[in-house]
């Protein structure tokens, strides 16, 4: 499990003069898949990063947690995969990077989308929990087109609870997102009991409707689609009993976002 969010860029080879520096960026890659459907706009290659700081009860990727899991890949290694769909990525959509969290190796994520902008002009998102941002420089976004940024909870107390972790680096972030204008999709994961309070929902809909920024607030309904690995990883679920929200609820905490003026989907 990654727990430091210690950046760790690792040189493979000695660099000649003139050479392409980000060719010799080594990052952990959990994983990858072309053509999904639900990290942004249009159909996408999806980086999945190892390590994620954060430990959220509902997580349906705790496989992703080990920063030192995955495959170590070269920055070449996945330009040349990425390559293979570029045409096809330019019409239908672009990449993501996700995990995990991907800023927990924001060198090498870095270096990904700088070069699908400037060798394949790809639209680039990352998704984040936000959390390390605050150690990036504005212009490092500047490689970013959308942020997916997930906040899990408006309450510090309940967002600590959910995810063992504060939500203010979070919430500062999605502030400073706001006044970069960089276009930023909100995604929430409504999980009954967690975070379907009326008046928590309230709060973070004021929040988000007060970000120019926001494009669109994506409420993605609790699953059990990832209890299998919890299982498999010897970690102990909590969430092992808990329906998806019903759509009674999920209609209401939709309507709550809209009549902040916010896009939901
Ligand atoms: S931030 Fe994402 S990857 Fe990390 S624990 Fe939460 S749901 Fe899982």
Redesign the pocket.
Known sequence: MAQSGTITITPVTSLTQGEDKSANLVGNVHSTLAGGAVDGPGLRFVLFMSG?Q???L?????D??DRMGGTPRTVDDVMEEIGKYADFLKKAGGVTVT???PLLQAEFVHEVMRRCKEEYGLHTALDT?GLRAFSLPDDWFDVVDLVLL?I?HIDPAKHARL?STTNRPVLEFAQRLARMSKPTWVRY?LVPGYTDDVNDVEKLAEFVSELKNVERVEVLPFHQMGAYKWKQLRLRYELADKQSPTDEVLGRVKKQFEKKGLTVV
């Open positions: 994620c954060m430990r959220c509902y997580c349906h990727n705790p992703t947690w995990g995990g969290e929990n997930d899990k995810t994961v």
